[in-house]
């Protein structure tokens, strides 16, 4: 039976931290918040308790795994060469939502890397995740907490309805804050590129860094060199149709007839928007789940998991989408719609 230990975000408290931290040296698997989404974790250099990583999710094994490190200081505890710009990352960004592909430490088991010799690594930005790996002091493997391929979670309600008694405790620290995975930067190429867009963005890391390249599907082997790499992924249970090609006025009209289209073929129809676009939709009988304005897309990030989950809720046929751009967190929101969606309008 999953034990479930509700924490303050801010100030845990000491008493639950240590209640998990000791479950995570035992080899069980312990769900936590981050601020990114809520993350399974298990402890890394044990190979038995990381495979139940993959059992507890039904991941296939070819899906890396990012490592979680309480500090900049423990780097070289899974990393075997840190580059000089890889500290500058982590001095401008760490704790913070960018994890780091690195050549690895041998005691690094391959089932966290799926086989490769680099390592995804990241200090996450939360008082609690940070209180629990300190007081764990063991690195933590920790992709998100749920099903594999579906949407993630940024609650705890999210995590108790994909993995139930799956998993050993869950520790409730309320909602995440940003609401989209870290942004994946592999440093063992000729240039930094951007293998998975998220927290950080392109334009930040191009500030630091100068020359940054963004592959979305990168693969070494046959194997995937960063999670959020498969084509389909972070999906809900109903259809989703994502329009990306025309922008503002030309693309809510074109959600409105593709709108009007399924209600016309008996379907419940969910809709994925800002704010601004709700008028478009006035006369139509559809479920909304609002991302909030355009002019903060930060809130759009931390709402688009939660509105897929709620249109799912509602048992809707099929959710429509648009595209949001290309700066900011609309990169990383661009990325997950696209691997979510089942049909793509261009």
Not at 7 to 35: D, S
Not at 53 to 70: C, E, S, T
Not at 102 to 128: C, F, Q
Not at 190 to 211: A, N
């Amino acid at each position: 039976m999953i034990k479930v230990l509700k924490i303050h975000p801010n100030q845990p408290e000491p008493e639950y931290i240590c209640i998990a931290a000791e479950a995570l040296r035992q080899g069980k698997l312990v769900a936590f918040p981050t601020e990114t989404v809520y993350g399974l974790g298990a402890n890394a250099l044990d190979a038995r308790a990381v495979a139940g990583i993959f059992q507890a999710k039904g991941r296939p094994n070819y899906d890396p795994l990012i490592v979680h490190i309480a500090e900049t200081s423990w780097l070289p505890r899974a990393a075997a060469e840190i580059p000089l710009i890889a500290w500058r990352l982590a001095e401008a960004f760490w704790p913070g939502p960018l994890t780091l592909i690195l050549p690895k430490r041998s005691e690094v088991p391959d089932l966290v890397t799926a086989g490769l010799e680099t390592v995804a690594l990241r200090v996450p930005a939360h008082p609690v995740a940070l209180a629990l790996l300190k007081a764990a002091d063991v690195l933590v493997a920790a992709p998100s907490a749920n099903r594999f391929g579906h949407t993630s979670p940024t609650c705890a309600e999210h995590v108790l309805a994909d993995l139930g008694n799956r998993i050993d405790i869950l520790v409730d620290g309320g909602k995440t804050h940003i609401g989209i995975e870290s942004t994946v930067l592999d440093l063992t190429s000729s240039v930094p590129t951007i293998l998975r867009p998220g927290g950080v963005t392109k334009e930040q890391l191009t500030r630091l860094l100068g020359d940054v390249v963004v592959q979305s599907s990168v693969k070494a082997n046959g194997i995937h060199r960063s999670p959020g790499q498969l084509q389909q992924h972070y999906s809900p249970r109903a259809k989703l149709i994502y329009l990306l090609g025309p922008t503002c006025q030309a693309a809510l009209d074109l959600l409105h007839q593709i709108s009007q289209d399924e209600i016309n073929r008996g379907h419940r129809v969910g809709l994925l928007v800002l704010d601004e676009d709700l008028p478009t939709f006035n006369d139509l009988s559809v479920w909304v789940a609002t991302l909030g304005s355009g002019n903060d897309l930060w809130q759009a990030a931390s709402r688009l998991y939660a509105g897929m989950r709620s249109l799912d809720e509602q048992n809707v046929d099929v959710i429509l989408a648009r595209d949001m751009g290309e700066h900011g967190p609309g990169l990383a929101l661009r990325d997950r719609l696209q691997r979510a969606a089942t049909k793509i309008v261009r």
